[in-house]
C-alpha cells in the first residue's frame, strides 16, 4: 500500500549530539512538510517543500534543517538537540495542486533528548 | 494571529455513549477545516475535509458539521466503542496562504 513511512519509530540522542529523523513516500506527492508536536499542543510546521523548493517556518530555528534528495525522501537534521526538542516529530504529505487538500501522514518518530 | 481552539482538552466515554465536540476557528478567510483521528502508535489519518458552510459530513459512526459564520465545528461519535479512542485533532486553513492552523487536540478515552 502506498504509504508514508518514518523511522525509527523512537529515536533517542544525547544532548548535542546530532540526529537526522527520515520520512519516505510512496505516494509520489510533491509536498511534504515536517512537524513538531508535543505533548497536548498543536502540531508545529518547522518546513515544508513543494518539489525542490524549501520554505523555513519564520520562527523554526536555526538548529533545525532539512534535506529532499528526491521526491520520496526527506530528513529532517536537528544540529544540536537540547531538552527542549524533545518531541514528536510528523512527517506529512499531500498534492500540492489541491489546494487545502489532505494530508497524508506517517507514525511519527518520538524524540527523547537525554 | 490565527488561532484554532478545541474543546474540551480530553474526555472520558463510556462504552455505547455518544459524544461531541468543538473545533473553534476564525471567522474570515475560510478556505477549508479538516478532521483527524490519531490513534496511539499510528498515523494521523484525515477523516472529513469540509469547505462549505453548513457541511455535514458522515463516516460510519462519526459525523461532523460545520458553521462558517460563526467559526465553529462538531465532531459527533454516535454509540462509542474502544476503537474510537484517540486524540481528535482539527486543522483551519484560510484562503490567504492555504496553510494548515491546527488545534491541540481532543483526546477521548472510551472506558468498557
Not at chain 1, 519564520?58 to 538548529?63: E, G, I, L, V, Y
Not at chain 2, 474570515?28 to 478556505?31: A, E, Q, R, V
Given at each position: 500500500d502506498a504509504m508514508v513511512i518514518q523511522n525509527p519509530r523512537y529515536q533517542v540522542t544525547q544532548f548535542g549530539k546530532p540526529v537526522t529523523l527520515s520520512c519516505s513516500q510512496t505516494l509520489n506527492h510533491n509536498v511534504m512538510y515536517w512537524y513538531q508536536q508535543k505533548s497536548s499542543q498543536a502540531p508545529k510546521l518547522l518546513f515544508h517543500y513543494y518539489d525542490k523548493d524549501f520554505n523555513n517556518e519564520?520562527?523554526?530555528?536555526?538548529?533545525f534543517q532539512s534535506r529532499r534528495p528526491n521526491t520520496s525522501f526527506c530528513f529532517l537534521d536537528i544540529r544540536s538537540p537540547g531538552l527542549g526538542d524533545a518531541a514528536m516529530y510528523l512527517c506529512a504529505t499531500n498534492l500540492g495542486t489541491v489546494l487545502g487538500g489532505k494530508l497524508f501522514f506517517g507514525s511519527g518518530t518520538q524524540l527523547s533528548v537525554l | 494571529i490565527l488561532n484554532v481552539e478545541q474543546s474540551p482538552q480530553s474526555l472520558h466515554v463510556q462504552e455505547g455513549d455518544s459524544t461531541n465536540f468543538t473545533c473553534s476557528f476564525p471567522s474570515?478567510?475560510?478556505?477549508a477545516l479538516h478532521w483527524y483521528r490519531w490513534e496511539t502508535a499510528k498515523s494521523p489519518e484525515a477523516l472529513f475535509v469540509m469547505t462549505l458552510n453548513g457541511d455535514e459530513k458522515k463516516k460510519g459512526r462519526i459525523s461532523a458539521t460545520l458553521n462558517t459564520k460563526e467559526g465553529y465545528s462538531y465532531l459527533y461519535i454516535k454509540g462509542s466503542q474502544p476503537e474510537d479512542s484517540a486524540t481528535y485533532l482539527c486543522a483551519f486553513i484560510a484562503d490567504s496562504n492555504y496553510q494548515l492552523i491546527w488545534g491541540a487536540g481532543t483526546k477521548l478515552i472510551i472506558k468498557p
Open positions: 519564520a520562527d523554526t530555528p536555526d538548529n | 474570515s478567510n475560510f478556505y
